[in-house]
Nanobody, 124 residues
Framework: QVQLVESGGGLVQAGGSLRLSCAAS????????VGWFRQAPGKEREFVAT????????YYTGSVKGRFTISRDNAKNTVYLQMNSLKPEDTAVYYC?????????????????WGQGTQVTVSS
C-alpha cells in the first residue's frame, strides 16, 4: 500500500538535462526497491534504472549508463532520476515503480506498485 507520483518531465533539447522525482506516500517506512522504466510510442515498457532501499546499490540499462543517475532521499520519501546528455531516443513516458523485494529488479513484472508516468520529450 504505497502510492507513487512522478514529476519533473518536460521538453528539453538534445544534450540537456532533466531531473525526475518519484514521491511516495502511504507505507513509506518499508524498505522498498525502486526502479525507473520508460515507454516510447509503439514500444514495450523497458527498464532504465533501479536502486535498493539504502541507496547503496544501483543498476542501469546500458543505453543510459554514464548519463543517468538514480538516487533516493528516504527522509523525503523520494527517488530521483537525474538525466544528463539527453538524446532524442530518450523520449518516452517515464514511470517509477516500487517493490518489497530487497534485490535490484529489472523486470516490469517484478514491481508491485507503479506511478502514473511523466512525459519526457527530447528534441533534436
Amino acid at each position: 500500500q504505497v502510492q507513487l507520483v512522478e514529476s519533473g518531465g518536460g521538453l528539453v533539447q538534445a544534450g540537456g538535462s532533466l531531473r525526475l522525482s518519484c514521491a511516495a506516500s502511504g507505507r513509506t517506512s518499508s524498505r522498498y526497491t525502486v526502479g525507473w522504466f520508460r515507454q516510447a510510442p509503439g514500444k514495450e515498457r523497458e527498464f532504465v534504472a533501479t536502486i535498493n532501499w539504502s541507496g547503496g546499490n544501483t543498476y542501469y540499462t546500458g543505453s543510459v549508463k554514464g548519463r543517468f543517475t538514480i538516487s533516493r532521499d528516504n527522509a523525503k520519501n523520494t527517488v530521483y532520476l537525474q538525466m544528463n546528455s539527453l538524446k532524442p531516443e530518450d523520449t518516452a513516458v517515464y514511470y517509477c515503480a516500487a517493490d518489497l523485494d530487497p534485490r535490484l529488479i529489472v523486470t516490469t513484472h517484478g514491481y508491485r506498485y507503479w506511478g502514473q508516468g511523466t512525459q519526457v520529450t527530447v528534441s533534436s
